[in-house]
């Protein structure tokens, strides 16, 4: 199933903490989850072929994030020394 566009980040955040969760616990426990189950041949691949999605996502979501600019609640740019100050440059207001 989709996610909605608004939801999407923290959905897939509970989702693969989940998987995380999944894949401890058959690391512990002989490749097998808590009901006793391996995995399908088709859960397997997945597993496998999300280790490059997942390494590609934190190539591009470090970037994104590291890149992002903030702004004030006038759209001016928050440098270290606005940041210092704590004040809006334009409307004076605390940030
Ligand atoms: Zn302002």
Redesign the pocket.
């Known amino acids: 199933m989709a996610n909605m566009k608004y939801c999407k980040f923290r959905n897939t955040l509970n989702n693969l903490k989940d998987c995380i969760d999944d894949i401890n616990e058959r690391l512990d426990n002989l490749s097998l989850d808590s009901n006793g189950n391996e995995l399908s041949l088709d859960e397997f691949n997945a597993m496998e072929e999300m280790i490059d999605v997942a390494l590609a996502y934190k190539k591009i979501a470090y970037y994104f994030t590291i890149n992002q600019i903030e702004l004030?609640?006038?759209g001016?740019e928050i440098s270290k020394e606005v940041r210092d100050i704590g004040i809006?440059p334009?409307?004076?207001?605390h940030?």
């Open positions: 004030t609640c006038c001016d809006c334009t409307c004076l207001e940030i």
